[in-house]
């Protein structure tokens, strides 16, 4: 049980604080209790700033480690991490792909990364949710078979939507020939329209409380071969620091069991 106060070596009330105003006998020493002060600073996620690009922590984030659970079907400990809606569970096809992009700071996927049995990409949606839990733009490579592929830049984790089309023009910039997409297949000439619905006020507040998976992608693509897409993908894990040098292969925790697809009554994560 734990009790709402401390014990301390009876000292001049002159230089407490907040005392009780009772005294108790431990043994043969007299104590002074005094209140416990429970309250504590409010915890903020360190800045998260590039050469051109910053990100704004001071708004709803998942953890690393509830992605991580919800990535192996377990729960979240936050609320709103995840959705039945939006399966996030990977395969173990797709852990190493997960792992090897947190390595190298850009995922690499087959085609649309689409799985059949899940309706949906658990992988392209548990990467976006840990580049939203790290406040970093979500780079992948769409591989084709036949080496044309498509390099993908999301920089809707950042949450900063005021800024998204400064930050896309910094891109296109320093690698030219990408076109701006956004989730209702918008492209740049309509763009006058997009970044106004993009700054109202009620989207705003909606990129502050609301889980990324509730919020719109704004991509930037490029068509290139394979060795010029994973050289820019390399170059834009610099400028935007996603790599985790130093991460580890994941490991499965105690309790996972196979999981359920929706119609045979799972959570379809």
């Not at 480690?65 to 173990?92: C, F, M, Q, Y």
């Not at 799985?115 to 949710?129: D, H, I, V």
């Not at 993009?198 to 990324?212: A, C, K, Y």
Request: glycine share 8%; hydrophobic share 35%.
């Amino acid at each position: 049980m734990k009790l709402p106060f401390v014990l301390l070596t009876m000292v001049p009330l002159s230089k407490c604080f907040q005392p009780l105003g009772r005294t108790v006998t431990v043994g043969s020493r007299p104590f002074i209790l005094f209140e416990l002060n429970a309250k504590r600073s409010k915890a903020t996620n360190p800045p998260r700033t590039g050469e051109f690009w910053r990100a704004e922590m001071d708004c709803w984030r998942p953890t690393v480690n509830d992605v991580e659970r919800i990535s192996w079907g377990k729960p979240a400990k936050k609320k709103g991490t995840g959705s039945r809606g939006v399966p996030h569970r990977l395969n173990e096809e797709e852990r190493f792909l997960f792992d090897q992009a947190r390595r190298k700071g850009f995922l690499e996927v087959a085609g649309s990364g689409w799985r059949s049995q899940r309706r949906e990409a658990p992988l392209l949606n548990s990467y976006r949710s840990l580049c939203d839990a790290r406040g970093q733009a979500s780079i992948v490579i769409h591989k084709s078979k036949d080496g044309a592929d498509e390099l993908v830049v999301d920089i809707s984790p950042l949450r900063v939507p005021e800024e998204f089309e400064s930050i896309a023009n910094a891109c296109q910039g320093k690698f030219e020939g990408s076109t701006i997409y956004f989730q209702d297949g918008s492209t740049a000439s309509e763009e006058s329209k997009v970044e106004h619905e993009f700054q109202s006020d009620n989207v705003l507040e909606s990129w502050m409380t609301r889980p990324i998976y509730q919020l719109p992608p704004y991509c930037l693509v490029w068509q290139l071969e394979r060795s010029s897409a994973k050289a820019c993908a390399k170059e834009m894990a610099k400028l935007f620091c996603t790599t985790e040098d130093k991460k580890a292969p994941s490991k499965k925790p105690v309790g996972v069991k196979p999981g359920k697809g929706r119609r045979h009554g799972g959570y379809g994560i």
